[in-house]
């Protein structure tokens, strides 16, 4: 069993997407752990994302994921690290393969609706940024 971070972006919460996100996941047999909703400060967006820092679209990325509520799940299943990356798509939604979130709801390379964490390293980190212990549900 193995456990990753997914957060339905602010772009996902106002337009509606939390319910059409959460059925992709339990209709594949991935189990909610844990899920909560939060508007992220800008200084919270810049820590979760520091490994971009130096990138040109860092100021703009956590700006975009601090403008307003996100949900932010913690998902177990087996291979569910790269199973929810195949769900969700490529990053940039032009090249994301059809029927996957982002091919069908993203509107631009930033504003993609979810996030996944890439690897166990990273799902580690992102779960420990936004969760407690007591907070995920055995
Ligand atoms: P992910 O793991 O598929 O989310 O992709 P990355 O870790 O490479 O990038 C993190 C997030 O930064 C992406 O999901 C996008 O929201 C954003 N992003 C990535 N590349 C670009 C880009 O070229 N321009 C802008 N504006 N945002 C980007």
Avoid: C, W
Avoid at 36 to 64: C, W
């Amino acid at each position: 069993m193995e456990r990753t971070l997914s957060i339905i972006k602010p772009d996902g919460v106002s337009r509606g997407l939390i319910g059409e996100v959460v059925r992709r996941f339990e209709k594949n047999n991935i189990r909610i752990a844990a899920i909560k909703m939060i508007n992220m400060t800008k200084i919270q967006a810049q820590g979760f994302y520091a490994v971009h820092k130096e990138r040109p679209f860092f100021a703009s990325l956590t700006d975009f994921m601090s403008s307003g509520p996100a949900v932010v799940m913690v998902l177990e299943g087996e291979n569910v690290i790269s199973k929810n990356r195949e769900l969700m798509g490529a990053t940039n939604y032009k090249e994301a393969a059809p029927g996957t979130i982002r091919a069908d709801f993203a509107t631009d390379i930033e504003k993609n609706v979810v996030h996944g964490s890439d690897s166990p390293q990273s799902a580690a980190f992102e779960i420990g940024y936004f969760f407690n212990s007591f907070e995920i549900i055995d």
